[in-house]
């Protein structure tokens, strides 16, 4: 079983405690000759940092079927009225201390459902929503220390379910395989801080983008890497199937690195990170600077 996110960075950064008694000779000293009493202070514990310069600025959105418009288009209708009444305001509080969310973005395609078009009709007659998300996401949508899944897209996720009048059921995913999980109809809509690409928007059907994020580097302070020319000869480390990598890549320093390690997820990321097997950690900036807090406490 996947560990959950809280498990899993406790353990990540948790610090090795050291004995220094020594064991009696049986040898009297004089005391003007004893060595000083070994420190039991821990080690400090180490800090990671955001690099000033990013690998550019995306927008979110959530994703559906191609031919399922007038499904999106419900659910951007009540994610409109939420932002409206102040709702999705509230929750992005909550999750971010402000409100993070775009009020005028246009749609990216159409507007209006063909006449053939039953996606809404079938996600009322099943009665729920199947969201399909990676749950070690944060704070976007992943497992707390009792495994249930929260997260900021969770909450507007299950308020626009209620306002639709159906219910909602998180489905983890393999990130890598989004597309194919959708097509396959194994979930019907992917709503989980997905960046919106041009690849994505031929394969899915997008509404508003609705809150910002950067690509962000992330290293330990300790490093000496101050600027992103100093990537080069690094390793580096992101997940598998996210737009961090065609981010890296579309950098000239991503030519430069010594290798990228791709991980299933970006909590296996930053663990190994942690753990001094990656130099480099590049990751959406909500989910960076998430981690980067929860290390500090």
């Given at each position: 079983?996947?560990?959950?996110?809280?498990?899993?960075?406790?353990?990540?950064?948790?610090?090795?405690?050291?004995?220094?008694?020594?064991a009696?000779?049986?040898?009297?000293?004089?005391?003007?000759?004893?060595?000083?009493?070994?420190?039991?202070?821990?080690?400090?514990?180490?800090?990671?940092?955001e690099?000033?310069?990013?690998?550019?600025?995306?927008?979110y959105?959530?994703?559906?079927?191609?031919?399922?418009i007038?499904?999106?288009?419900?659910?951007?209708?009540?994610?409109?009225?939420?932002?409206?009444?102040?709702?999705?305001?509230?929750?992005?509080?909550?999750?971010?201390?402000?409100?993070?969310?775009?009020?005028?973005?246009?749609?990216l395609?159409?507007?209006?459902?063909?006449?053939?078009?039953?996606s809404?009709e079938?996600?009322?007659?099943?009665?729920?929503?199947?969201?399909?998300?990676?749950?070690?996401?944060?704070?976007?949508?992943f497992?707390?220390d009792?495994?249930?899944?929260?997260?900021?897209?969770?909450?507007?996720?299950?308020?626009?379910?209620k306002?639709?009048?159906?219910?909602?059921?998180?489905?983890?995913?393999?990130?890598?395989?989004?597309?194919?999980?959708?097509?396959?109809?194994?979930?019907?809509?992917?709503?989980?801080?997905?960046?919106?690409?041009?690849?994505?928007?031929?394969?899915?059907?997008f509404?508003k983008?609705?809150?910002?994020?950067?690509?962000?580097?992330?290293?330990?302070?300790?490093?000496?890497?101050?600027?992103?020319?100093?990537?080069?000869?690094?390793?580096?480390?992101?997940?598998?199937?996210?737009?961090?990598?065609?981010?890296?890549?579309?950098?000239?320093?991503?030519?430069k690195?010594?290798?990228i390690?791709?991980?299933?997820?970006?909590?296996?990321?930053?663990?190994?990170?942690?753990?001094g097997?990656?130099?480099?950690?590049?990751?959406?900036?909500?989910?960076?600077?998430?981690?980067i807090?929860?290390?500090?406490?």
């Amino acid at each position: 079983m996947k560990k959950i996110l809280c498990a899993a960075l406790a353990a990540a950064m948790m610090l090795a405690a050291t004995a220094c008694s020594g064991a009696s000779s049986g040898v009297s000293t004089p005391a003007s000759s004893k060595a000083p009493a070994a420190s039991s202070a821990a080690p400090a514990k180490e800090t990671y940092i955001e690099l000033t310069e990013d690998l550019g600025a995306e927008e979110y959105g959530v994703g559906f079927r191609n031919g399922d418009i007038a499904f999106g288009l419900e659910v951007q209708k009540y994610l409109d009225e939420m932002i409206a009444d102040g709702t999705a305001a509230e929750i992005s509080q909550k999750w971010f201390g402000t409100d993070a969310l775009f009020k005028d973005k246009g749609l990216l395609e159409e507007t209006e459902a063909p006449a053939e078009d039953k996606s809404l009709e079938t996600i009322k007659a099943n009665g729920k929503i199947i969201v399909g998300l990676d749950d070690s996401y944060p704070p976007m949508g992943f497992r707390d220390d009792k495994n249930e899944v929260v997260g900021f897209d969770i909450d507007l996720a299950k308020e626009v379910a209620k306002r639709m009048g159906v219910e909602v059921e998180f489905q983890p995913i393999d990130w890598d395989s989004k597309e194919l999980e959708l097509n396959a109809g194994k979930i019907d809509c992917i709503w989980n801080g997905m960046t919106i690409t041009p690849e994505r928007i031929a394969n899915m059907y997008f509404t508003k983008p609705y809150i910002a994020n950067q690509q962000i580097i992330i290293v330990p302070a300790s490093s000496g890497i101050t600027a992103k020319a100093q990537l080069e000869g690094k390793i580096v480390g992101l997940q598998k199937g996210s737009s961090s990598l065609e981010a890296l890549t579309s950098d000239p320093i991503g030519e430069k690195v010594k290798e990228i390690v791709e991980y299933p997820d970006n909590v296996s990321a930053y663990m190994d990170l942690q753990a001094g097997r990656i130099d480099v950690f590049v990751v959406d900036s909500v989910v960076g600077r998430y981690v980067i807090s929860q290390n500090a406490q």
